[in-house]
């Protein structure tokens, strides 16, 4: 088993900046792929950025070229670099954890509101 924990969520201004952060702990050898998942009211949960282990990522074009997603393997952590936020950003921030044979892991979510 995996657990998640988030923390970083708030409210931002448009144009601003915001770090999420996602601690693992419990079978963290097993796990694989890392990132972040959004859910927005009345929409499906889609996903943000992912990177891999050996660091390889990938991004929504959404958020190309404004959201940078790390990994930090020694502190079991994944991280989530949102610059120019915009107000359909807002939503409901997940992490998400996959392990070598599949199973997927959630974290509590984090709620990230763009407004002015």
């Known amino acids: 088993q995996v657990q998640l924990v988030e923390s970083g969520g708030g409210l931002a201004q448009p144009g601003g900046s915001l770090r999420l952060s996602c601690a693992a702990s419990?079978?963290?050898?097993?796990?694989?792929?890392m990132g972040w998942y959004h859910q927005a009211p009345g929409k499906q949960r889609e996903l943000v950025a992912r990177i891999s282990r050996g660091g390889s990522t990938d991004y929504a074009d959404s958020v190309k070229g404004r959201f940078t997603v790390s990994r930090d393997n020694a502190k079991n952590t994944v991280y989530l670099q949102m610059n120019s936020l915009k107000p359909e950003d807002t939503a409901v921030y997940y992490c998400y954890a996959l392990n070598f044979v599949g199973g997927i892991y959630w974290g509590q979510g984090t709620q990230v509101t763009v407004s002015s």
């Open positions: 419990g079978s963290v050898l097993s796990i694989n792929d």
